[in-house]
């Protein structure tokens, strides 16, 4: 499984930008389709929330890739 970074800019991020940012998915819809589907986990957990607001210190996996926000 991969681990990359993501810096935040501010206090938070949308779920489905952060898969784009990432490299995750290709734009925000497809991150929206990909959440959507139920295969994004934040903390361990399913998010079915798109628009889901992820701060400092959560993790995000998809698609066998992990992305630890700071």
Known sequence: METTTFELQGEFIELCNLLKLAGI???GGQGKVMVS???VRVDGNIETRRTAKIRSGQVVECLGQTVKVL
Request: aromatic share 0%; proline share 0%.
């Open 25 to 27: 998915a290709n734009s």
């Open 37 to 39: 589907d139920g295969i």
